[in-house]
């Protein structure tokens, strides 16, 4: 394995093989599986798990890391092509990604939406425009529309607690104060329909995901026997739902246009799960999030803090699931 | 050993036991004896001391760690419990420090003291928030009231340098241009007193130790065999003194109130200990300061670049007590 | 070896000793070569390829790193002496270098000139008040006036390359928006003198190397068998060149000005090497550069996009040239 940079880029056995490695390293520790192995990250955003996770589990496998965090102790890198650069950015992608690339056996770079042009992010054009510059293996750990990582470890929570394959899976947008990107739900949407779920995304009027990420998760449901379906209406979609996964995420009639999303979100401070929106759901529903969530604002506490909620366990298979990857790209298929 | 928070949670005895590895781990190396474990250390405060003691402990045993420093390349995090998060922090502790935690075998903390409400720094409410929420090893980093890193390593510079069980401690207030946290003259002032040494608190009127502290102090050397005393009169307090240990501290009088403060500082610039300060004591009394000290202001260079300064090997010593402590959380007792 | 400070503290003889034992370990790893050691960085100012080569260098060998960045999650640090530190500054250097010094098996430090005394720069005054504090292996990362592990690497690429150990190599002055330090071009022209080359120094008016710099080499060159040049004729500086090594630095007539030295720059920008520049060099002339390197101000894309640029390599030798230090500070000659 070259690359970890979305789900789709594998077969569902693939997937499958990965997950079955990461429970193996999770029950088997191999604390020398990596020894004299690096691993570079770099953060052209902030991160916690991530950053965390991967030290951690690189770590845990025998290897080490080094973290480049550019424009803090780090010089600004500029990403656009062709331009004549005389403003902050001292040093160009084009020398930087591929100068950290030699100095390690495999690279993970996080770099989030512009969130100025869909199209453009939808293109993944800064994410891949570093992605080909780079002749190593390399790890998407959070990109424009993207964030496999995430997908792969929610997938294995979803296995640990026996979630039916074929079970309900509702992604629901809920408030955050201002647009975040797309990423998280784009990977979650299309996990959850390779996965072989019934997917069902719950939105305002005005959060519609994208139609090319809603073609590619029916195209990987067809394929997994799921289904995705889209609607505004909240009681429909949770009726009988097996996972409520709540995400934030920016208007996308208005992509880009901070005033107008703003006009639009304005009204929807009550998209905030609570303990009733469990009613109609099956009994053993479970609320998933990525993390970070604001309290109150996104998810209340009433409903982190009870029985329902599995985000700690999300996170922690973070480290799990990343280790197989790690394993995967720097020792093959053993 | 599951927590290391506070010397008071531990019997005269298992300390002289922790200082008794310290210096079997300084003369006999044991660099495999923490191969595959992992330390998250997580800073809410700048550190240049504990930053690298920490990780140079862990790698001189086999082991690894990661650093997060919120807000910092990662998101703030929130430590207000119930509040609806719609400010700045992105993540609340209940969830990135679990989260955390889960990615390591111990995790060392640092969350200075507010500073606004003495009673709730007395009571650790910020860190005992974050602490119970821990399921693994925990090391106390510098809390509102308390720095047993620094303490411990105090207590072994003691011992190196010879310095009487019974002797006399004279932990001074000096200036410093605003107020600081009362962590470090808290642990020291029990340290001292757990030693069974007889302790003097040198500061001038309005700077008092809270009560608390002085009682908890009391308490210790009548354990040890020591003394707990305080005074505002420098010749008494110098005269005979083994140790001059200076600390700069906020005024408790007004604690919170940064112009009524200001105000009480304002005549107290002569608190900078120079050589003078050593007419009356033991002839070899030493001068400690746990680092970092404003040169001139808090000491001046001729005594800091003198033969009775130990700040370094105080320092030194911070890389030595923590690896005990680390060795025992992770290893248990051997 | 205690020290690498600077190229010039060595025989030509050690050197190439050195650039050997880079070579060796290059073709053979020694994973467990410093396993237990551990080196130490200190960036006051900002690094990419220095804070992760390093890292990966050592990761590469065996041992570990831990880096310091002072004001940045870390209390700022004074310089000066004999000053009262009621400023900016927690801590000075006089503690805290000696401090992180006895926690490592040997010290990295990055400190650049301050830019306004040319005199205290040329002498090393910042960088050399840190050195002598050090009583463990020290690297200079980068100082007023120098950069050994940038000149190391980029004569280990010209052996890699085969350019010619008397070729003409041409150190140009190139376009930046602002003044910038004359370390790197100190430390390169000394070094391609050392190597024995036909050295050119090509810039402008008013940007002449200071005569101690000139004077440093030209008595390398007649150890080596070496010639040093100056002029601001572009034409006559390309002639025949093997390298064109493209550098941005300050205006040293005005040092320190930096209204007077934006003047002086504002017609230059057509410093800017293009592949127009090699039109009467060797055929095979390279492109170097210590990076980071701003597009389309400094160098072209189409050279830095183009066959003759050998930036990525200078970069990858930065790795394989600093394990070489590290392995003889901490192995000795082995």
Known sequence: ????????????????????????????????????????????????????????????????????????????????????????????????????????????????????????????TNFNAMAELVDKPLINLESAMNHPCQALADWKTMDDLGVPRHGKFVLSWVYHPRALPLAVPAATVHMAAMRGMQVTVLRPEGFELPPQVMEKARRAAALAGGTVHETSDRDEALEGAHIVYAKEWGATVCYGDAEADAELRRGLTHWCVRNDWFTRTAADCRLMHCLPVRRNTAVADEVLDGPRSVVLREAHNRLIVQMAVLYRMLRGVQ
């Open 1 to 124: 394995m070259k690359r970890f940079l979305d789900l789709a880029h594998f077969e569902r056995d693939e997937v499958l093989s990965l997950l079955e490695l990461a429970r193996r390293l999770e029950n088997h520790p191999e604390p020398h599986a990596l020894t004299g192995k690096i691993l570079g990250l770099v953060f052209f955003n902030p991160s916690l798990r991530t950053l965390a996770s991967f030290q951690a589990g690189m770590a845990r496998l025998g290897g080490t890391s080094f973290v480049i965090t550019p424009g803090q102790g780090t010089w600004q890198l500029e990403t656009r092509l062709g331009v004549k650069m005389d403003g902050a950015a001292a040093e160009h992608v084009r020398e930087g990604i591929p100068v950290l690339a030699s100095y390690c056996d495999a690279l993970g770079i996080r770099a989030f939406a512009d969130g100025r042009d869909l199209q453009a992010d939808l293109a993944e």
